[in-house]
């Protein structure tokens, strides 16, 4: 059997097909794409949704003070007390300062050298009272007392404190020399041949004692402890002396050095010019208070105090003193009242005679209050309402809650309600 031959497509209807097909396949992408498409949601579909979403802040229900005056008052910082080191006049009243050891700015402690005056070093020394004499061994007094309080202070001392210059006193002087790196100052002639004279006595006492026998031993025996006696007061008057011109008083266990002396000054040649200025204590400011602003005052009070010129520089700062009602008249006010001193809690920034003004709360009308942000008010019908959020409920939808707005002050609406409590949490913003 003779195969049928099979008729052979023209071109036109081959290219046909094709394109039936290619149309049925791209038919195909489409409505496989369109159904992806419903399964995966567009970003610019979210920002939509997402614009009509009401977003809103959240503020907590407070009791705040209010209904209280603000009073500015001005003063002038005193950064502490200044006080000159003069130091006394030596031989020929010559004061050449011939070496300083500190520079301005520098913070000098109590035992600590400052500088060295025609050849004399000078050590500032803390203590309740100037020294009015220079000491040797057996002298007492409460000079000496307060000598010795200051030395064991210093870990110098380890003695007694009996107001007795003996030999332990004398050794924390020695050390306080030795720790400056300084020779010892020099012990008078006077107490050293005092020591050789009674050296020579006890010896003479003793060859006598041993050629005279037994038969007067009770009188020798005296003479000896006699002249070891003697010797022994000689040589406690010939310990370490403190020489007057060494040493400085300063009121304070601490300064900072405000000017010094150059070094080759000639102190005695200008009456006026100190070897140093020294500023100790705390950084304060005096304000004249009325009687009535004085009155809810009291020591230990906090208060801001502010840069004249610079409102954005604050410090804070407390009551330390209150003075007597006075009269006269002050720098700024010109009024009767009180001087009122704060001290800073923090000094950094602070120039000494700097105007700063001082907030002060006049408490006289001062009630305390439920409040909350101003933002947080909505109006229904003329009457005031806030939208507190539920607690502990799983539903956070705000509720409507009216409240009685007594007062506005500072950004804040002071209220009363019977359904707001302090500690609410209430929605600030959107409606």
């Not at 409505?31 to 959240?58: C, H, R």
């Not at 004249?288 to 230990?300: E, F, I, Q, W």
């Not at 003193?321 to 920034?349: H, K, M, N």
Request: net charge negative.
């Amino acid at each position: 059997m003779l195969a049928r031959n099979k008729p052979k497509l023209s071109f036109s209807e081959s290219r046909s097909r094709w394109i039936i097909v290619w149309l049925l396949v791209c038919i195909a992408v489409l409505v496989v794409v369109y159904f992806l498409g419903t399964l995966i949601g567009s970003p610019w579909e979210k920002a939509i949704e997402n614009s009509k979403v009401q977003l809103y802040s959240t503020a907590i229900v407070e009791e705040r003070e209010y209904g209280h005056e603000t009073e500015s008052l001005r003063g002038k910082v005193k950064l502490g007390n200044e006080y000159s080191v003069t130091p006394t006049a030596h031989a020929e009243n010559k004061t050449i300062v011939n070496a300083v050891l500190k520079k301005k700015g520098d913070t000098i402690r109590s035992g600590e050298l400052i500088a060295k005056v025609s050849g004399q070093p000078l050590f500032l020394l803390h203590l309740d009272f100037p020294l009015y004499r220079s000491l040797q061994g057996g002298d007492q007094g409460d000079d000496v007392l307060e000598i010795q309080r200051e030395l064991k202070r210093l870990g110098l001392y380890q003695g007694p404190i009996d107001g007795h210059y003996g030999p332990s006193t004398a050794e924390s002087v020695k050390k306080l020399y030795q720790r400056a790196g300084l020779s010892l100052p020099i012990v008078s002639d006077e107490a050293l041949m005092a020591v050789e004279a009674a050296q020579d006595e006890l010896e003479e006492a003793r060859r006598t004692d041993s050629i005279s026998g037994s038969g007067e031993g009770d009188s020798h025996e005296r003479k000896v402890e006699r002249a070891q006696k003697n010797l022994q007061n000689a040589r406690m008057k010939a310990v370490t002396p403190i020489k007057l011109e060494h040493f400085w008083v300063m009121p304070t266990k601490t300064a900072t050095i405000v000017s010094l002396a150059r070094k080759g000054t000639d102190l005695a040649a200008s009456e006026e010019k100190p070897l140093a200025v020294l500023r100790s204590g705390e950084a304060q400011v005096t304000v004249r208070v009325d009687t009535a602003g004085a009155v809810d005052l009291k020591k230990g009070t906090k208060a801001d105090a502010k840069q004249a010129t610079d409102a954005q520089m604050s410090w804070p700062v407390s009551v330390v003193s209150i003075g007597d009602f006075t009269t006269q008249p002050d720098e700024y006010s010109g009024l009767p009242g009180r001087d009122i001193t704060f001290t800073f809690e923090e000094s950094d920034g602070l120039e000494n005679e700097a105007e700063v003004s001082i907030e002060i709360k006049n408490k006289n009308n001062e009630r305390k209050g439920l409040a909350v942000p101003l933002t947080a008010l909505r109006e229904e019908n003329d009457r005031t309402y806030v939208m507190k959020l539920p607690g502990n409920s799983s539903d956070k939808t705000p509720a409507k809650e009216f409240i009685t707005v007594s007062e506005i002050n500072d950004g804040y609406a002071y209220f009363s309600s019977s359904s707001v409590q302090s500690g609410d949490v209430i929605q600030v913003g959107a409606e």
